[in-house]
């Protein structure tokens, strides 16, 4: 079983919609967690950390369920350069476990 | 300008050629990560150093070797044991305290 399991899209949507992005992980000791954008043939960038009472940055609005060991990271007001794939990362003692990204695609 | 350096972007080797990736930080980060994404896949760990002179496997490491013989630096080779060397090659940071890492823009390594 995976560590980190996302759904690989693609998700296809219309500019000035709100679309939302599922994780989940295996490991119930996970410490930390977050979002990761990474655009097609470059590095991941980090968007935003994940806390237990959820947090906001703009547009973004990340969530996160230890209980049911899932997170998730809602897109508000889509926009075209939105469009990437968005790697959702778990942080176990010293190491992180990535999710192999569910890819974004806004159409004007 | 502090950041991750990575060099070359792009590298072609023959086969059963070792080839060595270049990772150096100036962000005075401890902790220094490689690893290796393919085509639709999340980024698997090679090789990750806590501190000067000490590393440790990660879940991929057979063929692979490193180095930490200064903070700033945490060269990747390749060797001829890795069995299909063809990938994205991403070298990441982060302080001990910190969680978030921080990424190098990659080489892309072709293996002939």
């Known amino acids: 079983r995976k560590e980190v399991e996302q759904d690989p899209g693609p998700f296809n949507v219309p500019e000035g919609a709100t679309v939302a992005f599922n994780c989940t992980y295996s490991?119930?000791?996970?410490?930390?967690f977050f979002w990761y954008r990474q655009d097609c043939r470059k590095e991941p960038k980090l968007l935003m950390s994940?806390?237990?009472s959820g947090n906001e940055d703009g547009r973004f609005t990340a969530q996160l369920n230890r209980a049911s060991q899932y997170i998730s990271l809602l897109i508000r007001d889509s926009k075209l350069s939105d469009s990437a794939t968005y790697l959702c990362v778990v942080k176990s003692f010293n190491k992180f476990y990535f999710g192999s990204g569910t890819k974004l695609n806004v159409k004007p | 300008d502090g950041g991750i350096t990575q060099s070359p972007k792009y590298l072609f080797r023959k086969e059963g050629q070792n080839v060595t990736l270049s990772c150096e930080q100036n962000?005075?980060?401890?902790?220094m990560y490689w690893y290796r994404q393919d085509p639709g896949q999340g980024l698997r760990l090679i090789y990750y150093s806590q501190i000067v002179n000490d590393f440790q496997k990660g879940d991929i490491a057979e063929g692979y070797s490193v180095s930490r013989e200064k903070k700033e630096s945490f060269p990747l080779t390749v060797t001829s044991a890795q069995k299909n060397p063809t990938a994205f090659y991403l070298c990441?940071?982060?302080?001990?305290?910190?969680?978030?890492?921080?990424f190098g823009p990659g080489t892309r390594l072709t293996v002939l």
């Open positions: 990441a940071s982060s302080t001990k305290r910190a969680n978030e890492q921080f």
């Open positions: 994940v806390y237990s």
């Open positions: 490991n119930s000791a996970s410490q930390s």
């Open positions: 962000l005075n980060h401890d902790a």
